[in-house]
Nanobody, 125 residues
Framework: AQLVESGGGLVQPGGSLRLSCAAS????????VTWARQAPGKGVEWVSG???????YYRDSVKGRFTISRDYAKNTVYLQMNRLKFEDTAVYHC????????????????????WGQGTQVTVSS
């Protein structure tokens, strides 16, 4: 059982990317899924999360620009990122927190039962 992220890449400021987090080996529809990122030289910070009931949350710095959603049929959670900024450059991970439907979401990978390998997002002109 694992989470696999995809969709990262190089994009210019103002551009868009859609990240995918696919679960294999288990159905994660009953769990919270969080997107977190780690910028160069910085710690991990949660960016967005979706609770088991579908409630969504966003870090202030991405509100209005990022949208999290889940496709139950595909067992996948997405992060649509629009109007990207230089400071969004980071490795983005998806994870399932150990705690049930927590908020705020944990920043430490140690507090996640599943943690993906990450996908690189680079915003550069």
């Amino acid at each position: 059982a694992q989470l696999v992220e995809s969709g990262g890449g190089l994009v210019q400021p103002g551009g868009s990317l859609r990240l995918s987090c696919a679960a294999s080996g288990f159905n994660f529809s009953r769990f919270t899924v969080t997107w977190a990122r780690q910028a160069p030289g910085k710690g991990v910070e949660w960016v967005s999360g979706i609770h088991s009931d579908g409630t969504t949350y966003y870090r202030d710095s991405v509100k209005g620009r990022f949208t999290i959603s889940r496709d139950y049929a595909k067992n996948t959670v997405y992060l649509q990122m629009n109007r990207l900024k230089f400071e969004d450059t980071a490795v983005y991970h998806c994870g399932i927190p150990i705690a049930h439907d927590p908020y705020p979401f944990p920043n430490s990978p140690d507090e996640y039962g599943f943690w993906g390998q990450g996908t690189q997002v680079t915003v550069s002109s």
